[in-house]
């Protein structure tokens, strides 16, 4: 093998991969965002433009991905001094899927942690974490540009690559763990409480824990996987593959996380028996707020909340999820 062959390899073949998989997740963020306008047309507006800017982002990032890729395999093919060494344009495109990421997690992740729970702390923890990793990783971006080339850029930021990595590692993994966490303290609160229907709120507490559990593993893997790269290939560009699919991931969690509250609100109906009389109403787009989400209690016909904190905005992943409003829920 020649010695461009292998120089290819090593710092061209991670970015493709990512760039390949990275497009057809990107796909799937357009299939998503589709479906989204067409089936939630009563959505606040906010909400709507969110999902907007999320794929006008992507778009542009899946524009660069492939702009970075023709540049150094096409236009410069067989051009050792351009493949060696960063440039702009590849440095940009990396440092707006970080920025993606911090607003995915930030507007998905963190919030519905604060809509469910109101605990100011563990956001707090939660941005500092998000906050951190985005820093180190744009810092890393701006560096390899300031560097001669590629191998004495990963010598020198090995230490920032593998402190993001690890970040990111333990972001997703606590906000998966906190959410599965206060889902099931619901459950033992629910169970405890006799005027509620314990059956019921379990239906969309199972689909929630499944969820949350789900993504928070899928992106806690593609981390552990770039840092796993970033340790067994230290001269290695490798680790970027599976930098470029973490950011569809964050933005295909979100837009699951919207698109399948028909399908939770059908699921309650179902094991029911009867209309839930949910609404598909979008919630008011605002941070959190005291709640007001009770139910109606079968037997008694009294009201009791089954909630020990609910939020106007948490659509994204509790209430919304389930189809439910921003008023209160009858079943």
Same mark, same amino acid.
């Given at each position: 093998?020649?010695?461009?062959? %292998?120089?290819?390899?090593?710092?061209?073949?991670?970015?493709?991969?990512?760039?390949?998989?990275?497009?057809?997740?990107?796909?799937?963020?357009?299939?998503?965002?589709?479906?989204?306008?067409?089936?939630?047309?009563?959505?606040?507006?906010?909400?709507?433009?969110?999902?907007?800017?999320?794929?006008?982002?992507?778009?542009?990032?899946?524009?660069?991905?492939?702009?970075?890729?023709?540049?150094?395999?096409?236009?410069?093919?067989?051009?050792?001094?351009?493949?060696?060494? *960063?440039?702009?344009?590849?440095? $940009?495109?990396?440092?707006?899927?970080?920025?993606?990421? !911090?607003?995915?997690?930030?507007?998905?992740?963190?919030?519905?942690?604060?809509?469910?729970?109101?605990?100011?702390?563990?956001?707090?923890?939660?941005?500092?974490?998000?906050?951190?990793?985005?820093?180190?990783?744009?810092?890393?971006?701006?560096?390899?540009?300031?560097?001669?080339?590629?191998?004495?850029?990963?010598?020198?930021?090995?230490?920032?690559?593998?402190?993001?990595? *690890?970040?990111?590692?333990?972001?997703?993994?606590?906000?998966?763990?906190?959410?599965?966490?206060?889902?099931?303290? !619901?459950?033992?609160?629910?169970?405890?409480?006799?005027?509620?229907?314990?059956?019921?709120?379990?239906?969309?507490?199972?689909?929630?824990?499944?969820?949350?559990?789900?993504?928070?593993?899928?992106?806690?893997?593609?981390?552990?996987?770039?840092?796993?790269?970033?340790?067994?290939?230290?001269?290695?560009?490798?680790?970027?593959?599976?930098?470029?699919?973490?950011?569809?991931?964050?933005?295909?969690?979100?837009?699951?996380?919207?698109? %399948?509250?028909? *399908?939770?609100?059908?699921?309650?109906?179902?094991?029911?028996?009867?209309?839930?009389?949910?609404?598909?109403?979008?919630? $008011?787009?605002?941070?959190?707020?005291?709640?007001?989400?009770?139910?109606?209690?079968?037997?008694?016909?009294?009201?009791?909340?089954?909630?020990?904190?609910?939020?106007?905005?948490?659509?994204?992943?509790?209430?919304?999820?389930?189809?439910?409003?921003?008023?209160?829920?009858?079943?």
């Amino acid at each position: 093998m020649s010695q461009e062959s %292998i120089l290819a390899i090593s710092l061209a073949r991670g970015p493709l991969i990512g760039t390949f998989l990275g497009l057809f997740l990107y796909g799937v963020t357009c299939l998503q965002a589709f479906f989204y306008f067409q089936t939630y047309e009563r959505d606040h507006r906010g909400l709507k433009i969110t999902v907007a800017l999320l794929l006008a982002f992507e778009t542009i990032h899946a524009a660069l991905s492939i702009w970075v890729m023709d540049d150094y395999l096409i236009v410069h093919y067989a051009n050792e001094g351009v493949l060696e060494s *960063a440039n702009w344009l590849s440095t $940009s495109t990396y440092i707006l899927g970080f920025v993606i990421d !911090f607003f995915v997690y930030l507007s998905y992740f963190t919030w519905r942690i604060w809509s469910f729970t109101g605990n100011k702390w563990i956001v707090v923890l939660m941005l500092s974490i998000s906050a951190s990793r985005t820093v180190i990783s744009i810092i890393a971006c701006v560096m390899s540009v300031s560097t001669s080339s590629w191998t004495r850029y990963l010598k020198d930021t090995k230490t920032l690559i593998i402190t993001g990595n *690890a970040l990111f590692i333990i972001g997703d993994t606590f906000s998966a763990s906190a959410m599965a966490y206060h889902l099931n303290s !619901f459950r033992s609160w629910t169970h405890s409480d006799r005027t509620n229907s314990p059956r019921r709120i379990n239906i969309l507490i199972n689909r929630l824990l499944i969820f949350a559990v789900a993504t928070g593993a899928l992106t806690s893997l593609v981390d552990i996987v770039a840092l796993v790269l970033s340790l067994t290939q230290p001269q290695s560009l490798a680790f970027l593959s599976p930098i470029l699919v973490q950011t569809r991931l964050y933005a295909n969690s979100l837009l699951t996380s919207l698109n %399948i509250r028909n *399908a939770n609100s059908r699921a309650y109906d179902d094991a029911t028996g009867s209309p839930s009389g949910i609404e598909m109403q979008a919630i $008011s787009f605002q941070f959190a707020r005291p709640p007001d989400l009770s139910v109606m209690s079968e037997g008694s016909g009294r009201r009791s909340v089954i909630c020990p904190r609910k939020s106007t905005a948490e659509s994204w992943h509790t209430v919304q999820d389930s189809g439910v409003s921003s008023s209160q829920v009858h079943v």
